[in-house]
């Protein structure tokens, strides 16, 4: 009866609802990560937003949209990029254009963040060569996961690296077999769910098209898994059909053990199960219920 009502649930995601602070997937196939001016935090605790007059950015919190209040002020124009699981912490960047995103950012050679905590209201600025772009926390805290676009001045692919927040050193994401991520990945990313406990994060991709340096060559859609808490990442292949169209949604049962992909264009669900500890997935798949 779960993955019934679990199934529907995913659907619903195509009308465009905001979820963990980004805009879910839209039936015209509008991709996730576009900077917002109010966003929630995946647990539902907290809901931030900015607002920027005359060079600076106020930075406003609190447990329902009609409760913010000011928590800093940070010089400059600032938007949103991600609040932390928990709520405690947003990471700011540079306003977009309307049709970019943070798989599609502009040409630049170093990257302005601003990092806020919500609960005390200090912020620091981090400037970080590179193009990169914030993508989730990690569940201590203590680092903040970007998408590193390559080459800087015209992306052509992207990477995943860690940035401390108390030192600015930028690190490699390992892989399952505890050695660095050395892969290139090109796709959109058009749905985003997080693990129930904040330690995962999942992202559903489509129109993959890998580049020569990648190990997955012309995949059309996957499963990125980012360990929040473990500094790991796997890409999780979809069946055959899966990703050709620019629509697919991701959901998370209650307690974490399955994930499920609704991809309209195929008409059908795959079911990803985690196995040692999130290392590894099994993948199934289903037509999808009238």
Wanted: charged share 20%; glycine share 10%; net charge negative.
């Amino acid at each position: 009866m779960f993955r019934v009502v679990a199934l529907v649930a995913i659907f619903v995601g195509f009308i465009g609802i905001v979820r963990f602070g980004l805009p879910a997937a839209t039936p015209e196939g509008r991709p996730i990560g576009a900077p917002l001016s109010v966003a929630s935090s995946p647990d539902e605790s907290t809901v931030v937003g900015v607002s920027s007059t005359k060079g600076a950015t106020k930075v406003l919190a609190g447990p329902t949209p009609d409760s913010l209040s000011v928590v800093a002020v940070v010089e400059g124009d600032w938007a949103v990029r991600s609040v932390s699981f928990d709520g405690s912490r947003v990471a700011l960047g540079v306003p977009l254009e309307a049709d970019e995103t943070i798989y599609e950012p502009p040409g630049r050679s170093e990257t302005d963040l601003v990092v806020v905590n919500l609960k005390t209201g200090a912020a620091r600025q981090l400037t970080q060569p590179g193009n990169l772009e914030p993508e989730a926390f990690s569940t201590d805290g203590r680092g903040l996961y970007v998408i590193d676009h390559r080459p800087a001045l015209s992306p052509e692919y992207y990477r995943v690296a860690y940035v401390d927040l108390a030192t600015g050193e930028r690190a490699d994401v390992y892989g399952p077999d505890k050695k660095p991520l050395d892969e290139d990945m090109q796709g959109t990313g058009r749905d985003q769910a997080y693990h129930p406990l904040g330690e995962f994060l999942y992202t559903v991709y489509t129109r993959q098209n890998v580049s020569e340096h990648g190990d997955h060559p012309h995949l059309a859609g996957f499963v990125h898994v980012l360990s929040l808490a473990n500094q790991f990442a796997i890409c999780v292949d979809l069946p055959t059909g899966f990703g050709q169209g620019a629509n697919a949604s991701i959901s998370v049962n209650p307690d974490g053990t399955e994930i499920y992909v609704v991809d309209p264009n195929a008409k059908r669900v795959a079911v990803l199960t985690p196995r040692d500890e999130g290392f590894s997935y099994s993948v199934t798949s289903q037509a999808l219920i009238p």
